[in-house]
């Protein structure tokens, strides 16, 4: 066998071939490397001393079915330039792994078409060898992205695990990747994000989030000059919140008859109007419930009302149609009404930046549904460091997610 093979099939490269051994369902490879090629592997000095060998085998690319191994003594040398005794370094293998690189690099390429244990079966190591590798590889590509051409982002908490364990996601809107995944929620969460910032000095000009106050107390702390924008689908969802509430205590308050029509009307208010199914006949039956209550009437439609908030022409527009919607909110009499117009009120230059920066946390959600279909997939992830790695390099993921 020549070495040339080793060098092209394998990567192994300025070594001698010394024999192959068939043992076991195995091919191992004996290489040797010849003194008059030996360095100091820190300063690379040609003086040095032989100081003995070191047995190691690694584990290289399969042939078919077959596990593949390369063994070679590796020397060791005295240094006279160093004067220390060290081991010569192994350029086909990453130091203290039993693989070599090129094994690394075709458990990688594997790794997008299958899932780990399939690739670990398939080359015949644990399931964790495969899971280092990929890893170490998302920890050299992805640990820490750069900030510094940051311009507009999205900030949203994910639900991960039972007993209200979350993590919070930074969106970066114009490339689509996550920049950041923090541990647990609110501002004490962004905390080593800002500090990244900082040193970055990334000129951010806008920041979606949702009403949170501990997302706009930190904003307004760590990016001041930033623009805020509340995002319009958390607004309809807490109007969505405040309408099922409505609907449950006048339930409560009904006789017989009004409890019927109101039973299972809960979804009804909350689908948007083009949405309603006219094969079971859902537009009828949520006529039948608003016409049952003016209260409830008049809070569904100031709700689908507001959803045309995010659809006026300008900023002008805008501001004028928030000011009539807040005026016939609070004139409606309705308790949990007038709540949303104050709240309303209380967040207006955050629902006007939307005309400034016409950007919403819409992709970040979109994410999170990657994030959470990633999990299910892999059963969970029992090591944390690594499952936020892969959210940091959900954005590679385009028609299937493995792990």
């Not at 086909?92 to 399939?118: C, G, N, Q, V, W």
């Amino acid at each position: 066998m020549s070495t040339s093979l080793l060098y092209h099939a394998f990567g192994v490269r300025g070594y001698q071939y010394v024999r192959t051994e068939y043992q076991g369902g195995q091919t191992t490879f004996m290489i040797r490397q010849e003194d008059k090629a030996l360095r100091c592997p820190v300063c690379g000095s040609r003086d040095v001393r032989p100081k003995g060998r070191a047995e190691r085998c690694f584990r290289s690319l399969p042939i078919g079915r077959r596990a593949t191994f390369v063994a070679l003594p590796i020397p060791r040398v005295a240094c006279d330039a160093c004067r220390v005794v060290r081991q010569v370094a192994v350029p086909f293998a990453d130091p203290r792994r039993t693989y070599t690189k090129a094994f690394e690099r075709y458990a990688l390429e594997l790794s997008r078409h299958m899932t780990i244990l399939d690739v670990a079966r398939h080359l015949g190591v644990s399931w964790d060898v495969v899971k280092d590798i990929q890893k170490r590889d998302l920890a050299r590509r992805f640990a820490k992205p750069k900030l510094k051409h940051l311009r507009r982002i999205a900030i949203d908490e994910i639900a991960v695990r039972k007993g209200h364990r979350y993590l919070t996601v930074v969106l970066d809107l114009d490339s689509g990747a996550v920049v950041f995944v923090g541990d647990g929620k609110g501002g004490d969460a962004l905390k080593p994000f800002w500090k990244r910032l900082r040193r970055c000095r990334a000129p951010i000009e806008a920041v979606a989030i949702d009403m949170s106050a501990a997302y706009r107390e930190a904003i307004a702390t760590y990016l001041p000059k930033a623009t805020v924008v509340f995002d319009h689908f958390h607004v309809i969802k807490l109007f969505n919140d405040k309408l099922s509430a409505l609907r449950r205590s006048l339930y409560h308050q009904a006789d017989e008859a009004g409890k019927k029509v109101l039973k299972g009307s809960r979804w009804l208010l909350l689908k948007n109007p083009e949405n309603l199914d006219p094969e079971r006949d859902e537009g009828a039956r949520l006529k039948e419930a608003l016409g049952l209550n003016r209260p409830l009437a008049a809070a569904y439609y100031l709700k689908e009302d507001l959803r045309q908030f995010w659809e006026q022409p300008g900023k002008r527009f805008a501001t004028a149609f928030l000011n009539g919607w807040l005026r016939r909110a609070e004139g409606s009499g309705v308790r949990i009404v007038q709540q949303m117009a104050r709240t309303l009120e209380a967040h207006r230059a955050g629902l006007l930046a939307y005309y400034d920066y016409p950007i919403s946390t819409g992709p970040l959600e979109g994410t999170n549904n990657k994030i959470k279909t990633m999990k299910r997939q892999a059963y969970g992830f029992r090591d944390q460091e690594f499952f936020k790695l892969k959210i940091l390099a959900i954005h590679e993921a385009r028609y299937a997610l493995v792990g």
